[in-house]
């Protein structure tokens, strides 16, 4: 598949790659969760990657490259891509078109790290 024409997957770095347990620091990115790397490995093969987070661009192709996924990842970003098929977070709700099964998801919601 050329990768040009792949969809492009927005994935949020904390809680989905590293092991982010709510404790934000500025300067340090969590460590790589275990099976992040085949994850994004095996994504890549089906879309273009990019990643979305409010962390330091510089930061996060550091640890991009220290963890060997720079090679999987087009672009880093923080603002919500247009043409992003998929979003990817720990901290998100799917809208499943009933408005009730969704507020009480909101009102509900914890991260599974909590």
Do not use: H
């Amino acid at each position: 598949m050329n990768k040009n024409s792949k969809k492009i997957i927005s994935i949020d770095l904390d809680g989905v790659l590293n092991n982010y347990n709510g404790d934000y620091k500025n300067d340090f990115i969590p460590s790589i969760r275990v099976g992040a790397y085949e994850f994004i490995e095996n994504l890549s093969k089906y879309f273009r990657i990019e990643i979305y987070t409010v962390r330091d661009e510089l930061l996060v192709k550091n640890w991009l490259k220290n963890n060997d996924l720079e090679k999987y990842i087009f672009n880093i970003t923080n603002i919500k891509n247009k043409f992003s098929s998929i979003f990817l977070d720990d901290r998100a709700i799917n809208f499943n078109g009933n408005y009730e099964e969704t507020f009480n998801k909101i009102i509900n919601f914890k991260p599974y790290w909590k």
